[in-house]
């Protein structure tokens, strides 16, 4: 099998790590990092060097460049952008792709998929989403700092079982995947939480702790997940009924000192997510015909733009 992986950021470091560690340098598989500038430079000079909880390891991927056209057509690539990158990465991708290729994007969102497939013109999208924090500590390096490092992923419409075979791969990896029928279930899970988070932090400069022990930004965080059990339940999405406390409890198990990743980029005066986050709620509030005022107030106060 021939495996890309596009953006060898946080996430596409650490997943595309593992898959070189286990596979690159064999016959049977090909392993190939799209990345550029000084990162990429770095690991063509001395590999990718992964920092994980569980230890430090360097892999060597078969192939390190910033031209899709050297990779040529690949049986799975694995998707690993910023969201506000994705058309123009997605574009890239079209030298990588044949008919039977399987894309799997990790960004964060919940329409990621839905849109991969609008642009490309080839390949099957699936759906995926990881729990993880990672972050690029210097040009190639990457570390991993927290975070279950789940991966869960399926195509949207619950045929799964033809992608067992990729699951074992990403298994024998080391990787903790799973692979799901319902996969809109962890996309949404992942999302009511993350996002509230995502928006009251950044709004507010303050930690996870500091926003949990506020009672007035409790309830909005509250208030902003019973937006989006709303909005997931217009879709049809199956949330188990206790999401919004099941939020709240993922919420509180997180150092108090915890801030998003979003809040950071906001801090650093760096291109933010909040279009993916607070703005879809917003959009697909309209769509559905689901009030959602907490988003609105968050998306006006957090762009200068009105909802």
């Given at each position: 099998m021939k495996i890309a992986v596009v953006g060898i950021g946080g996430m596409g470091g650490y997943f595309g790590g593992k898959i070189a560690l286990?596979?690159?340098?064999?016959?049977?598989?090909?392993?190939?990092?799209?990345?550029?500038?000084?990162?990429?430079?770095?690991?063509?000079?001395?590999?990718?060097?992964?920092?994980?909880?569980?230890?430090?390891?360097?892999?060597?991927?078969?192939l390190a460049t910033d031209s899709p056209g050297e990779a040529g057509a690949c049986d799975l690539v694995l998707f690993c952008v910023k969201e506000y990158d994705l058309e123009?990465?997605?574009?890239?991708?079209?030298?990588?792709?044949?008919?039977?290729?399987?894309?799997?994007?990790?960004?964060?969102?919940?329409?990621?998929?839905e849109r991969l497939r609008s642009l490309l013109p080839r390949g099957e999208v699936l759906s995926g989403c990881v729990y993880i924090s990672t972050f690029i500590e210097a040009p190639g390096v990457v570390r991993q700092v927290g975070g279950t490092c789940q991966l869960f992923f399926g195509p949207d419409d619950g045929n799964a079982e033809a992608h067992r075979p990729l699951e074992k791969l990403l298994k024998e990896a080391g990787i903790k995947a799973e692979l799901s029928s319902e996969i809109a279930v962890p996309l949404w899970t992942k999302y009511l939480f993350?996002?509230?988070?995502?928006?009251?932090?950044?709004?507010?400069?303050?930690?996870?702790?500091?926003?949990?022990?506020?009672?007035?930004?409790?309830?909005?965080?509250?208030?902003?997940?019973?937006?989006?059990?709303?909005?997931?339940?217009?879709?049809?999405?199956?949330?188990?009924?206790?999401?919004?406390?099941?939020?709240?409890?993922?919420?509180?198990?997180?150092p108090h000192a915890t801030k998003s990743s979003m809040q950071l980029d906001f801090e650093k005066g760096k291109r933010t997510e909040v279009d993916l986050f607070i703005g879809y709620a917003v959009r697909a509030g309209r769509a559905l015909s689901v009030p959602t005022p907490l988003h609105d107030e968050l998306y006006a106060a957090l762009t200068g733009k009105p909802s």
């Open positions: 286990k596979y690159a340098g064999k016959q049977e598989h090909r392993v190939i990092f799209i990345a550029r500038g000084e990162h990429l430079a770095a690991i063509r000079r001395d590999g990718l060097w992964l920092k994980t909880v569980e230890g430090e390891y360097r892999a060597v991927p078969d123009a990465a997605a574009a890239g991708l079209f030298p990588l792709l044949h008919d039977k290729t399987v894309v799997l994007p990790v960004l964060n969102g919940v329409d990621i998929a993350v996002s509230p988070m995502a928006g009251v932090t950044s709004l507010t400069a303050k930690s996870f702790g500091e926003v949990m022990a506020d009672e007035k930004q409790r309830g909005m965080v509250r208030g902003l997940m019973e937006e989006i059990a709303a909005l997931a339940r217009a879709k049809g999405v199956r949330l188990p009924s206790d999401s919004v406390e099941s939020g709240l409890a993922t919420i509180a198990r997180f």
